[in-house]
């Protein structure tokens, strides 16, 4: 038995994954229950549930909560002190069948300490037999275990792998799964609540599969049997109170644990009065001030038909884009989330990004961060899924899984690190990365396990984000995939890159339905607000009318409207009446704003100043933002901008991630400090109309000096090594204010748009690293070669990223400015090597190879271009090849070329085969045995695999040497391999 300094242990009631728990007496010899973390060496999180719970339950003060004694330090971990009132787990009563009388005893108990726990806007989210204590004398019955408690009237649950899902998946919620398109609130706990009650009274629980998916769905999807159908003493009042606890919306349910507790205590004075209970209409004293606004959704049945069947279509093997578009706030989101059902039901995969306004010049983003989420699932799952997933990446991804890594680092956590890419063509690489990336998606998008992935906000998409859009749903290279886009469509014109991009996709026969969400008509509009209010639809239709005018039917602007009358008093709950009341002539006068953004604003105004001022901050990071970053912009430290933003978390506007927003706020900096803090804290605003309200609060005369100092303040912050998001973040901050960007310091933000530009050109986002290049170019003074390297390295990716994007005028300009200015023989050739790529892109082969031949005669190779030169050139470089072919093998051992002029030669003609073969086809041969004579001369470099297998052909189809043709063939693989070049496939 364990040994715990002041106290004396007699037993162990429960030993769960992550505490023990056990029974003793302290030196006052007071009982008491002593929980422990198993862990030698805690994790934040668990330190966090152990403070979390001590401060709740310690200011709760409810007697039918396990009162909190202590919370004492123990070794490395913690020591939680709780009331000892001589009771057992409900769990332990269960194996024998409860009487009517003695579970309405328990059953009101309950029911009353719930109401109470709620009342403080407290959320249990684990309500079950074993976190509930009773003494079996005196059937004192108390909750205990608050470890993941909110203190959030209201959660949004994220969809997560089934191990790290908060809640116990026999007694869960459907809106506690993730779902069910819905948040989370204290009628959570009422669901919880009923499946103890049908446990308790029924011997058994609503579902019991074995398969944690298929309990989820049973949550979700399925209807128990009522009670009284499996045990004929039940009434059929308290089986009907079980099953409206049970329900799946959670408007459906009582509204309040006090509603509860007053139904049981009418069954308990009927069964106490006349030994049985008769049947009446229950929740007729169910009530209560809180506003509940329904969420389910209003006049989109079709709309929700239509996304079924698209998912029905999915799940039979087709792949599709389906986009819905409409007005900000009109629904687009809710309507998507939909799916979340049927997904479920087929074991299928959902992730979601969302592009943003002040990101949209960070590549890919919100097309990768849903696989980067998805990886982040995956790990938590068992060793064993995790070896499965491991082989099934590696064999799609192959020897190319570093391109994947590349954008979702993750991966590696998963499949182990891979070799190193070679540096490929900006063609070549483009390619590269799209088959890579279909294979990767393919991993996912399966018969067994459909996926959807949900891109919303396509309005702000990036261009390379909206090709690779093109691409996993071109013909044959998907299946089993359901691309879901949401958009404004009053911000497009055909002219927009979205609508362009839209046109090729059908005309490549692409599969594209289209859902156009209107605003809500005043029906509908009266519909939800009467059931808001629980009023008859006549008795609404006034205010109805009076809101309708104001939101225009747009459901997010009709709800927040709707709080917003209640915060300020014009609409009220009368508790002697038990109704909601208003005078619709008051509201009428009074200066209702018929603006959403000034509502929201005006929601923002009501909090603290330096609240106000975080959430002006965190506007300008984007619609999502982490802690860290938040901290590093706020100049404090991460639990005081946490408790900064708690009050707008409180206020509903904004949102946490994941529970990791606990820990800060209940972990003292100095554990933060001393631990490692691991975990990312992530929030995001409740609408784009949030970040919006909060980005207009900026005066427009600041917010570039806001920008700016955002930028410095990250800059200090980093690293050397930028994190991709991280470089793309901070240089859009400075760029944002580059007018304000003092002289001294451009130099330094030219160099921060040469690494971004770089960058996205890797990950072949080539429009916007062109646009990160020319603005690193624009910073350059005008003197600017005086900084020769990086004017020159800004000059040479500028030109190169010009020349994909078709910008040839931009490409060649730029190249005239640089050929000027370059000091060395190689930098000269590294531009002309440049001008060379130009003309082939521009389809002037001719010029290139005049180019090339100049630029070679300058490194002092001369190859002939008439006929009888071109023989005799090619006849003496074949017979210094003879002693060659003699020591074949040994050629994969030369060291590798050191001499920079040779290697500058090597990679000229290595852009030579297509333009030659086309247009100087006499030049072919001697400039591709050239290249290898320079290897053989001068040893290996990465064009020497393709010259060395071009040489091999040679010898098969000009020379008739089969043998020694092959043997090159083999010593090009050999070569290819050593230097990681994969450009020939």
């Known amino acids: 038995m364990i040994a715990l300094p002041g106290y004396t242990v007699s037993e162990i009631l429960h030993e769960g994954d992550k505490s023990i728990v056990y029974r003793g007496i302290n030196d006052e010899q007071q009982a008491v229950i002593l929980k422990v973390l198993k862990a030698t060496f805690p994790t934040l999180g668990e330190i966090s549930t152990y403070k ?14 396990v009162k909190a004694y202590a919370l004492e330090k123990y070794q490395s971990q913690l020591l939680l002190v709780l009331e000892d009132f001589g009771g057992e787990s409900l769990q332990t009563f269960l194996d ?20 109470e726990i709620h009342q403080p806007n407290i959320i249990h989210k684990d309500i079950k037999p074993r976190n509930i204590i009773i003494n079996p004398q005196t059937g ?88 009284h159908q499996l045990r004929s003493d039940i009434p059929e009042v308290i089986s009907r109170l079980v099953m409206k606890l049970l329900a799946k919306n959670a408007e459906d349910r009582y509204h309040t644990a006090f509603g509860v507790s007053s139904d049981l205590q009418l069954c308990q004075q009927q069964l106490e009065i006349t030994g ?31 996304l ?23 629904g687009k989101t809710s309507l998507v989330n939909e799916v979340h059902k049927p997904i479920l039901q087929r074991q299928g995969y959902f992730i979601s990004g969302k592009f943003d306004q002040l990101h949209r010049d960070i590549p890919y983003d919100s097309v990768i961060q849903p696989f980067r989420c998805l990886m982040q699932q995956l790990l938590t799952e068992s060793a064993s899924s995790l070896e499965v997933w491991k082989a099934k990446l590696l064999s799609n991804l192959g020897e190319n899984a570093q391109v994947i890594i590349e954008v979702i680092p993750e991966l590696e956590l998963i499949i182990g690190s891979q070799p190193p890419l070679a540096q490929l063509s900006a063609t070549a690489a483009e390619t590269r990365f799209n088959r890579v990336f279909i294979e990767f998606v393919r991993v996912f998008a399966q018969a067994n396990h459909p996926l959807v992935l949900f891109l919303d906000d396509l309005q ?121 009341q208003w005078d619709i002539h008051q509201i009428q006068t009074v200066d209702v704003t018929d603006n959403v953004v000034d509502l929201m604003s005006n929601n923002i105004k009501q909090l603290p100043d330096v609240t106000q001022n975080l959430l002006k901050l965190a506007a300008c ?141 890797a990950s072949t986002a080539y429009k916007l690293a062109g646009m990160y290049l020319n603005i690193g170019l624009s910073l350059l003074p005008a003197g600017c070669w005086q900084h020769y390297q990086l004017s020159l390295e800004l000059y040479d990716a500028a030109i190169a990223v010009e020349c994909i994007n078709a910008e040839y005028a931009r490409s060649q300009a730029l190249i005239d400015l640089a050929g000027e200015q370059t000091q060395t023989l190689i930098d000269r050739i590294r531009i002309y090597k440049r001008q060379i790529q130009l003309f082939i892109a521009q389809g002037n082969l001719p010029q290139a190879i005049n180019t090339a031949l100049s630029v070679l005669s300058m490194l002092n190779i001369l190859i002939p271009t008439e006929s009888v030169g071109i023989e005799q050139y090619s006849q003496q470089l074949q017979q210094e090849l003879v002693f060659a072919k003699d020591k074949i093998a040994e050629l994969a051992t030369l060291p590798v070329m050191s001499d920079p002029e040779k290697q500058a030669a090597i990679e000229i003609l290595n852009t030579m085969p297509g333009p030659v073969y086309i247009v100087r086809p006499e030049l072919f041969m001697p400039m591709m045995i050239t290249m290898t004579s320079l290897s053989v001369k001068y040893g290996n470099w990465v064009p020497s695999s393709f010259g060395y297998c071009v040489y091999g052909l040679l010898l098969c189809a000009v020379f008739g040497d089969i043998d020694a043709g092959y043997e090159f063939g083999q010593l090009s693989l050999q070569v290819l391999e050593q230097f990681n070049d994969q450009a020939l496939y």
């Open 52 to 65: 979390q719970e001590y401060q709740i339950v310690a200011n709760l003060q409810i007697s039918g909560v």
């Open 96 to 115: 024998s069948e409860i009487s009517i009388a003695d579970f309405l005893g328990i059953a009101i108990q309950l029911a009353t300490a719930l109401g």
């Open 140 to 227: 004192e019955t108390k909750i205990t275990d608050f470890s993941i408690a909110s203190r959030l009237s209201r959660e949004n649950p994220q969809i997560g792998n089934l191990g790290v899902l908060e809640g116990t998946l026999y007694y869960i919620s459907p809106e506690q799964t993730g779902r069910m398109n819905r948040v989370i609130d204290y009628r959570s706990d009422l669901y919880s609540l009923g499946v103890t009650f049908y446990q308790m009274l029924t011997g058994v629980l609503p579902f019991t599969s074995a398969d944690p998916l298929e309990l989820l769905h049973s949550h979700i999807a399925k209807q128990p049997i009522p009670p």
């Open 276 to 306: 049985k209970i008769s049947d009446f209409a229950i929740a007729q004293q169910d009530f209560t001030g809180y506003m509940l606004i329904p969420e389910k959704l209003y006049g989109r049945s079709s709309e929700v038909n239509a």
């Open 308 to 330: 079924l069947q698209a998912f029905e279509r999915v799940s039979q093997g087709a792949s599709e884009l389906l986009l819905v578009s409409g007005y900000s706030g009109i």
């Open 460 to 580: 702000w998409a990036d261009s390379a984000s909206l090709k690779l859009m093109q691409v996993l749903l071109a013909i044959n290279n998907s299946n089993y995939l359901l691309l879901l886009g949401a958009y404004r469509d009053h911000e497009v014109s055909l002219a927009h890159p979205l609508m362009q991009t839209l046109q090729q996709m059908k005309n490549a026969q692409v599969k594209i339905d289209q859902i156009t969400l209107t605003p809500l008509t005043l029906n509908h509009v009266n519909q939800l607000i009467a059931d808001t209010l629980q009023q008859d639809l006549t008795f609404t239709q006034p205010l109805a009318e009076l809101i309708f005018q104001k939101t225009h039917g747009n459901p997010f602007f009709l709800r927040e409207l709707l709080k917003s009358l209640v915060v300020t008093n014009l609409l009220k709950f009368d508790f002697n009446n038990r109704r909601w």
């Open 621 to 761: 990071i984007g619609n999502k933002f982490d802690l860290g970053t938040l901290a590093a912009i706020h100049e404090k430290t991460l639990l005081d901008t946490a408790q900064d933003i708690w009050s707008a978390m409180l206020a509903g506007l904004i949102i946490p991630l994941s529970s990791a927003y606990k820990i800060p706020l209940v972990v003292g900096e100095e554990t933060i400090s001393t631990a490692k803090f691991d975990q990312s804290v992530s929030y995001k605003f409740l609408h784009d109309r949030v970040q919006q309200a909060a980005y207009a609060l900026i005066p427009e005369a600041d917010k570039k000096s806001t920008h700016l100092k955002i930028g410095q303040l990250l800059l200090r912050s980093q690293s050397d090594e930028f994190e991709p998001e991280n470089i793309f973040g901070l240089v859009n901050q400075l760029n944002f204010a580059i007018d304000l960007i003092p002289t001294a310091e451009k130099k330094r933000l030219a160099e921060l748009n040469l690494i971004a530009g770089n960058k996205a050109a």
